[in-house]
């Protein structure tokens, strides 16, 4: 029971612009959402989060919002740097915090 | 301030040898938890460990797995007579605060892979 999907394996977007990651749940007692960043070899490293008590969040070039209705959340990078190349990671917390299989995106210069 | 240590960062084992994965929290956490990553797939949650308690083991398989933080030493996670399947990545993480609630993030490990032959 894949209770937070993402569902797009992988995401190429040119240097400069806009990267949008979706994620969507199924459980509606989630009550806080999480984004890691992965490098090849490495942990998990935290990158934004928020709150079910609002749609947005933003954290310098970060900027993650949550529609509840829709039980969607989306991570939007601007601009899209090289270093942003990674695989991200939605996360729920309800009990215990459950991620999704992860996109891995990549800028092109 | 040194992150969460993990050791071994590979490690290769025979089927039916005993794989034991080490975790070191970072310097005043007191909780830690382990996931497990399989190829193609996001992290899955295996069991959430205090000082000396076994809080939450939800995600551990029913046998062969078992973890343990004791009150001197890294967190282990052990897995017995090893098999194909069990090839994956093991993270660890560990956090300050009390489990999965509030604004408590957690911090990860570089991960242990185990390859079973």
């Known amino acids: 029971d894949q209770q937070v999907k993402q569902n797009s394996p992988s995401l190429s977007v040119q240097e400069g612009r806009i990267s949008i990651l979706n994620c969507d749940y199924t459980?509606?007692?989630?009550?806080?959402f999480l984004w890691y960043k992965k490098y090849p070899a490495e942990g998990p490293t935290f990158l934004i989060s928020?709150?079910?008590?609002?749609d947005k969040n933003e954290d310098g070039r970060f900027t993650v919002f949550l529609n509840k209705s829709a039980k969607h959340l989306s991570l939007h990078i601007v601009p899209s740097q090289p270093g942003d190349s990674a695989v991200y990671f939605c996360?729920?917390?309800?009990?215990?915090?459950?991620f999704g299989q992860g996109t891995r995106l990549t800028i092109n210069p | 301030n040194a992150g969460v240590m993990q050791n071994p960062r590979h490690l290769v084992r025979r089927r039916g040898q005993e794989a034991r994965l080490r975790c070191s929290p970072m310097k005043g956490h007191s909780h830690v938890y382990w996931y497990r990553q399989l190829p193609e797939e996001g992290l899955k949650f295996m069991v959430y460990l205090q000082k000396e308690n076994i809080i939450d083991e939800s995600g551990m398989p029913k046998e062969r797995f078992s973890a343990e933080f004791p009150k001197e030493g890294p967190s282990i996670l052990r897995i017995q007579q090893v098999v194909r399947g069990d090839s994956a990545a093991y993270f660890c993480a560990s956090s300050p605060g009390q489990g999965f609630s509030g604004a408590n993030v957690l911090t990860f490990g570089a991960g242990s892979r185990l390859t079973v032959l």
């Open positions: 928020i709150s079910s008590i609002k």
């Open positions: 459980n509606s007692m989630f009550d806080y």
């Open positions: 996360a729920a917390r309800a009990q215990k915090l459950v």
